[in-house]
């Protein structure tokens, strides 16, 4: 799949692995994509004012949601950066790159860049970034059409 990535798309994967890495997370997964793309200074993102820090804090607060809901605090420790072993593709991250691919084929183009990865993660109807993206007021659908 990853060859027909542009230089750009692959970046932004390198960067949702630095994401995981940097969250202790032993899975890179589409919240990971999400910031990746925010700290990129996507424009879509940008433009309904979500920079890398508003997304983390997106992400954060949908935590906090689902884990007061089952009746839990998030005070667990983050594991060691150093700990981890190189992160593997999540579950949610291989669907958003399986989506990604499915817009690039859909719009007939022949490479897969950061916008269709973008694409990707808000075709999500369930899982953390769609709750997130709903709990910070971004209205999917909206951004999507302005990619």
């Excluded at 884990?67 to 593997?88: Q, Y």
């Excluded at 369930?126 to 659908?141: M, N």
């Amino acid at each position: 799949m990853f060859e027909r990535f542009t230089k750009e798309a692959r970046v932004v994967v390198e960067r949702a692995r630095e994401e995981a890495l940097d969250a202790g997370s032993p899975s890179i997964e589409a919240e990971h994509l999400l910031l990746a793309l925010a700290r990129r200074g996507s424009p879509a993102l940008l433009e309904v004012g979500l920079d890398h820090a508003s997304c983390l804090e997106a992400l954060d607060d949908e935590l906090t949601r689902s884990l007061a809901v089952a009746g839990v605090g998030w005070d667990a420790p983050v594991r060691s950066r150093a700990t981890l072993n190189s992160p593997r593709f999540g579950a949610s991250s291989k669907l958003a790159l399986e989506r990604a691919l499915r817009v690039a084929v859909e719009r007939g183009d022949r490479r897969l860049d950061a916008r269709h990865v973008l694409l990707g993660v808000l075709r999500a109807e369930l899982g953390t970034v769609p709750r997130a993206l709903e709990g910070a007021g971004i209205d999917r659908a909206a951004l999507a059409a302005s990619v």
